[in-house]
């Protein structure tokens, strides 16, 4: 979709002196494009440069710092502000997959532990990966931090959070809360949530050490004793608060138990979880496998051989209880052992937000979770509110890019799969067709690639139409630039049935009273779909040499920040369509109706990247923010999917492309409204999201 240019690192490398324990090695850090004036201001660093010890890749720079020691003055501003430039660094790599390899980078750079330190004593409790964590106050009254993992990834974790927090006062690293690690977003969209758990329980271990140490050097000694369960012939006996939750659910109510089990055997339900999941759940599973045989829990490596044979056993349905990888390998196993069609329902657990965890008892969380999968395939976790029927219901697709053209890759080296796509439409219009409830689609646009061969595109625009087509209801289509590459808009908003005037695509309707969707041109001014030498087209291309002074008007090279936004595919809403949107709303106010934004292009910075956005999307949210009926915008575009909730209350959300789909992968979903709240019920690729807001 777009191109961006490729980040390069500085190497710095960081040690804290003076170092209680001299035969450990502490970690060193490298920080992406920090220039060493940048610490200038703190008056007590001091850096020593020598050579870096080990061979580094051309791009890394051989600026090392081999120590760096702390004086006994103020460090108050460094924890803020090193926690800053990461997350500046981490923000600046557009990708999921950058972040992700800029943190295994990290974890290289993690001296490993002795083996004499990674005993229970020292681990981190509720991560899925093993972790150890040692800490100790130095004799200027600061912490200093040692970890290691058998993971790479919560090993770069703990390479972060030790440079961030090795060298604070005990007071500064106290401060410091899961929220404000959050905007790291290391992990694939929206942060997995084992990966938040990774954050919090690591810090969470960091500070209990923290107060431990000031507790001791007081003269107490008050904190829970390290958690364990001792079981004897007496039965068990559970010491610290997480085993004594656990232990509570080794013999779990047996009434509960049983309804579970009555709701799987009607259904003909296989349950296929993963070992480390919450206690309550782990417990009635492995009660219920008493009553039904259908129910494994393992190691993510056996759950799909454990599907098929449930499958074969005469399932209807296989849930999977775990996170993304898991059901793609539990999907991919099914389909090709024959039983992939309308099997696999995902709950993915770990995802499910803290809003619903708190409201969810675990009856409703299995029966409204576990077998929504009847209609819609996986849902990614989220579960309806219970007692509640949506005010209506709609499909969203984003990105298909169809071509008959080998598959390829992205300008950032993403791989796209031209001629899976259209099979993920068809996925999606089977699913959509079983809802019974399913008002409409909506698809945020580009259904065809740009890469389509010449002479082929109105064919290709026709082949995917056709597929919409089929589908038990109205389809609303929005333009993209693939679409505008392809057909220019006299031709492609008649053969999309796209209501508007004078070639404008923005329009609204109202499919029940409580709401209205908004539909936005986000190609009004553009370079892109009008005549070469139309007012829109000069309007686009002037502006576009006041602000991209590239000859490729595709590329950002150069530019800064928001400013990477001013590309040639992407474009702007004009001054009728401004006043049009704000007429609507108003009406829409008058008539207390809630509404729903939908743009090809997104409108928010953080739920999507820089390079993506639209031109004007500032005056756009500067309409919007006017009025208290909007409560999300959803777009496309940007095709690793994004989430936010801006300052005003309203959500944002980007769909994942449905063209970066590997085979046997899907990026399809349906929203269910209610009055106060949005349920995105994603399909594989596409996160469930929930969306809540005041009536």
Request: with cysteine; proline share 6%; glycine share 6%.
């Amino acid at each position: 979709m777009y191109s961006s240019a490729t980040a390069t690192i500085s190497s710095i490398k960081t040690t804290i002196s003076p170092n209680p324990k001299p035969t450990k090695k502490n970690p060193f850090f490298p920080f992406e494009k920090i220039n060493l004036r940048s610490f200038s201001s703190f008056k007590s660093l001091k850096c020593i440069h020598s050579p870096p010890s080990n061979p580094k890749p051309s791009n890394y720079s051989p600026l090392t710092c081999t120590a760096v020691t702390f004086s006994p003055s103020h460090t108050t501003e460094l924890v803020p502000s090193k926690l800053h430039h990461l997350i500046t660094e981490f923000k600046s790599l557009s990708q999921p997959i950058d972040r992700v390899k800029r943190l295994l980078h990290y974890a290289t750079l993690l001296s490993p532990l002795p083996d004499s330190s990674r005993v229970d004593s020292n681990r981190v409790m509720g991560c899925t990966a093993l972790v150890w964590l040692e800490a100790q106050l130095d004799k200027y009254g600061k912490m200093m931090f040692w970890a290691d993992s058998d993971s790479e990834i919560t090993r770069g974790f703990c390479a972060c959070l030790i440079w961030v927090l090795d060298g604070a006062l005990p007071e500064e690293v106290l401060k410091v809360t899961t929220e404000d690690l959050a905007a790291l977003n290391i992990g694939l969209h929206g942060g997995a949530r084992s990966r938040v758990n990774t954050w919090h329980n690591v810090l969470v271990s960091m500070q209990k050490r923290v107060r431990i140490l000031v507790a001791e050097g007081d003269g107490k000694k008050d904190f829970d004793p390290f958690p364990s369960l001792i079981v004897s012939s007496d039965g068990v006996q559970a010491k610290g608060s997480y085993d004594e939750a656990q232990a509570r659910y080794l013999f779990p109510d047996e009434s509960k138990v049983q309804e579970i089990v009555n709701v799987l055997k009607e259904k003909k339900i296989g349950v296929v979880s993963l070992s480390y999941m919450d206690p309550e759940v782990q417990g009635i599973l492995t009660a219920a496998q008493k009553h039904w045989p259908h129910i494994h829990i393992s190691d993510s490596l056996v759950m799909a051989d454990s599907a098929v044979e449930m499958a074969e056993g005469g399932c209807k349905f296989i849930t999977v209880l775990g996170v993304d990888f898991m059901s793609e390998n539990v999907r991919a196993t099914l389909d090709q052992a024959g039983f992939g069609e309308g099997l696999l329902h995902l709950c993915k657990l770990s995802s499910l937000t803290p809003h619903l965890r708190q409201k969810l008892t675990l009856k409703s969380l299995f029966l409204q979770g576990i077998c929504a999968g009847d209609t819609m395939g996986s849902t990614n976790g989220l579960v309806s509110p219970p007692g509640k029927r949506p005010l209506l219901s709609f499909g969203v697709i984003s990105d298909v890019q169809y071509a008959d053209i080998p598959d390829g890759h992205s300008f950032l080296g993403v791989p796209r799969y031209y001629r899976h796509s259209i099979h993920v439409l068809q996925r999606a219009v089977q699913k959509w067709n079983s809802h019974q409830n399913l008002n409409f689609v909506i698809n945020f646009g580009d259904i065809v690639d740009g890469k389509c061969p010449p002479g082929q595109s109105l064919d290709a625009v026709k082949k995917v139409n056709n597929e919409f087509q089929k589908i038990n209801g109205p389809v609303y289509h929005l333009i993209g630039n693939h679409c505008l590459y392809n057909l220019p808009r006299d031709k492609l908003l008649p053969l999309l049935r796209i209501p508007g005037l004078n070639g404008l695509a923005y329009y609204d309707f109202s499919p029940t009273p409580e709401y209205r969707i908004v539909v936005l041109d986000g190609y009004d001014i553009s370079a892109i779909g009008w005549p070469q030498g139309h007012s829109k087209t000069l309007q686009a291309l002037e502006f576009l040499e006041k602000k991209n002074p590239n000859s490729d008007k595709n590329s950002p090279a150069g530019l800064l920040g928001l400013e990477r936004r001013f590309v040639m595919f992407n474009g702007a809403v004009g001054r009728e369509q401004l006043e049009w949107l704000d007429g609507t709303l108003q009406d829409a106010t008058k008539l207390k109706q809630k509404v729903i934004v939908c743009c090809h292009l997104p409108l928010d910075v953080v739920a999507s990247s820089q390079e993506a956005l639209l031109w004007n999307y500032d005056e756009v949210m500067n309409v919007i923010h006017q009025y208290n009926c909007v409560k999300a915008c959803l777009s496309g575009h940007d095709h690793k999917g994004g989430y936010s909730v801006d300052s005003h209350g309203v959500h944002h959300r980007s769909f994942e492309a449905a063209l970066e789909c590997p085979p046997n992968t899907y990026a399809y979903g349906h929203i269910d409204v209610y009055d106060d709240r949005l349920l995105l019920f994603g399909t594989d690729r596409i996160q469930s999201t929930e969306m809540c807001f005041n009536p």
